[in-house]
């Protein structure tokens, strides 16, 4: 017995120096435990907090009609929706999101996946696979990247939104049967936008298809909240578009918006979709109450548009790098992981949940905090932000 526990303890012994190597590098993540709904104020870890680390952009997550509408689903449904979509998981609530999806989208057919990130890796490797080559921005979301991976398809990285050496790179004489580009719209740390039109373009050129995610602009961005792809007016011109239903829309889940094939496709190949069991029916309820709401109340948009302009010429005034954000996303880059981490803890101090991101959410060297705007922020909390980081600024000595 003496021995086996030895043994135990050796196969994983690495783990303890590996961890302790994290914490020096300011590396390590703490996981944090919230004791109230989402929302403007939260409690995290006993205290009380302006939260600028949520998603939840239009302020859906704790919305009565959506928590009615899981009520009312999981009086219709129950709970857990017991097998995979493909199997008999898939019930009249996601037939019937699926069909809500497809005309909020404005496109023939929607598939429902259990997760964005899901959605992402699913869709990327139903689409493109050994003898194929995937072309991914350096910034994608993790998603995506492992997406890439899985298909086994060659994976060319071009810089950061950089259409000039994408369109050299897809004009290079090639035997791949599928080329497939892929990119974020609304780049999650960054919170600038992809240069959609002119990636649609040299896409056109080179006969590669685009796929594009969506999940930080659907409710948020387009004249319909559709995303950015809506707000360049290219819908058409875009074959593959993925959203989540977790941000802009409060609930759970994600999703493909295409053609009819596409989907058909995706159903017969995606394996998160094959192999993972359907969201419960009373989640796609909620989706089903949010893209209502994204209908009839387009003001949230344009609020969460405006609080976040606001925010970011306040700090730009101030002389903090936002980097090129241009939406409800910004950044406060400070390059140093250990500086991210002290602002953070600061901010904490004086009543603010603004996450601390470093690598490998970010590249080395771009540790930022991520500030998130959301429908439910006062115009008080904005300022009051900016008031405290030029606090933040003098107290532990970081220079312009
Ligand atoms: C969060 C995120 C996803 C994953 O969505 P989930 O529904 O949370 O799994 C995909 N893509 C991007 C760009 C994201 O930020």
Redesign the pocket.
Known sequence: MEGRAQHNVDVLGWLADALEELDCQSLRRIRRCRQSAQGRIIWLDGRELVNFGS?DYLGLASDPRLVAAVKEGLEKEGWGSGASALVCGRSSAHAALEEALAKFEGCEATLVFP????A?AGTIAALVGPGDAVYCDRKN?A??IDGCKLSRADLRVFPHADVDTLDHLLAKPHRHRRRLVVT?TLF?MDGDLAPIPQLVDVCERHRAILMV?E??ATGVFGNRGRGVVEFYGVEERVPVR?G????GLGS???FVVGSTALVEWLVQKARPYMFSTALPGAACYAAMAALKVVEQEPHRRALVVQKAEFLREALKREGWNIGLSASQIIPIVVRQPNVALSLARFLETRGFFVPAIRPPAVPDDEACLRVSVTFHHQHSDLERLVETLGEAKRKLGLGN
């Not at 997760?115 to 899901?118: E, I, K, L, R, V």
């Not at 989540?244 to 941000?247: A, E, G, P």
């Open positions: 998603n997760t964005g990130f899901a992402n979301h998603s995506i974020d999650s995610d999940a930080h993925v989540t239903l977790s941000k759970v889940g994600g």
